[in-house]
């Protein structure tokens, strides 16, 4: 039978022509094909408790993913996009850890607790250690031990010679200080310590220190220093952690919290800036930090010269839809910058949006996120 020209070509590019306009309407339709599963967290019926085998210990078990309960009367007024986010599962663990961070030729130990709680607990490592306290200061937050020259258990703590007592009388004076203060972030304390030592020696007459050594009239320590100071702060964490079953709390110490190191300001109600009560350095660590907690990327930065570029888009701004699966991760843009200004003695945080962005995000919304993050 004979064929008419073309008929051939035309019959196989049938199934190719309906295939690509099926791709087609998909794609033009978006995510209207797919089911919108997220209402159903909010309506799905709890399930049966797991039951767990006689022999088996039910402390091992635990929930992996833990999932938010949702009140009913709440349920009904909820739509897809207010469903609540997961609880943080690293809230428990900064509870229980005890962290030596270092910055800039400096060390201290932050836990995650109030100032009036951890006073009495370092109050008693100095004496169990045979340090003892000297002189002390609730308001400064500062703890000067007795001489260390005369104790065994001392002495080793603060890595002086192990020769006999009565060889210590003709080596300098060694007292430790420790230094109490609120944290940068709320409801939390930061701890250093230091060993001082005097020009006179112990066998001298001359009492030394006859009182509180001013905190600020130290210079930087030297590595050896440090390396000690961390070791030191290493081992206090490890006392506190231990007792936190058995904490105490003073009222004199309390008084360290009345004024937070990072502070938002803002005119007629709106947000104009973060001012932080640290010095330049310290500021421009922590502002880094709230950046990487809050998902914020960095995409340039000159801390010489004070500024970070960021990409502060939305998760909605963000999101490339229906194509992502066809393209590769975007890449960060610049779509804020960051300024940092010492003056004063204090420094001075501030945002501004890039030329060309034109997304939801103002600046004193990305300067009020850094403050959760901050503070």
């Not at 196989?12 to 339709?29: D, E, K, N, Y």
């Not at 402390?59 to 309960?69: A, D």
């Not at 570029?309 to 490339?320: I, L, Q, S």
Request: aromatic letters at 6%; hydrophobic letters at 35%; proline letters at 5%.
């Amino acid at each position: 039978m004979p064929v008419l020209s073309r008929t051939r070509k035309f019959v196989a590019f049938r199934p190719l022509a309906i295939t690509s306009g099926l791709l087609l309407a998909v794609a033009t339709s978006g995510c209207s094909l797919i089911e919108d599963r997220s209402e159903r967290y909010v309506n799905e019926k709890e399930g049966d408790s797991l039951t767990l085998p006689e022999t088996a210990d039910s402390s091992r078990f635990s929930q992996v993913m833990p999932i938010r309960s949702v009140n009913s009367a709440d349920a009904s007024q909820m739509y897809p996009s207010d469903i609540p986010r997961p609880p943080d599962m690293t809230s428990e663990i900064l509870e229980e850890n005890y962290v030596v961070e270092e910055l800039d030729g400096r060390a201290w130990l932050l836990v995650n607790d109030v100032p009036g709680r951890i006073w009495p607990a370092v109050t008693a490592y100095m004496n169990e250690q045979n340090l003892g306290v000297a002189h002390d200061n609730p308001q400064l937050g500062v703890l000067q031990s007795e001489l260390a020259n005369f104790s065994m258990r001392a002495r080793e703590l603060l890595e002086l010679s192990s020769e006999p007592a009565e060889a210590t009388t003709a080596e300098p004076k060694t007292v430790l200080q420790v230094r109490i203060a609120p944290g940068v972030r709320r409801k939390t304390t930061e701890i250093q310590v230091r060993k001082l030592t005097s020009d006179t020696t112990a066998e001298e007459s001359e009492p030394w220190p006859s009182e509180l050594i001013s905190w600020r009239g130290i210079s930087e320590p030297s590595i050896e220093q440090l390396g000690l100071q961390k070791r030191l702060l290493a081992d206090l964490g490890e006392f506190l952690k231990a007792r936190e079953e058995s904490k105490s709390f003073s009222r004199a110490a309390s008084g360290m919290v009345a004024k937070p190191l990072v502070k938002l300001v803002s005119e007629n109600d709106k947000v104009q800036a973060i001012q932080m009560d640290l010095d330049y350095g310290r500021s421009w660590a922590e502002v880094n930090r709230s950046l990487i907690e809050s998902n914020v990327d960095v995409v340039d930065l000159n801390r010489s010269e004070g500024w970070l570029f960021v990409d502060a888009r939305t998760a909605d701004e963000r999101d490339p839809g229906w194509f992502s699966w066809f393209s590769d991760k975007e890449k960060a843009r610049h779509t804020h910058t960051i300024n940092l200004v010492e003056r004063d003695g204090q420094v001075r945080v501030t945002a501004e949006e890039a030329e060309g962005y034109t997304g939801d995000r103002r600046a004193e919304d990305l300067l009020t996120r850094l403050f959760d993050y901050l503070y």
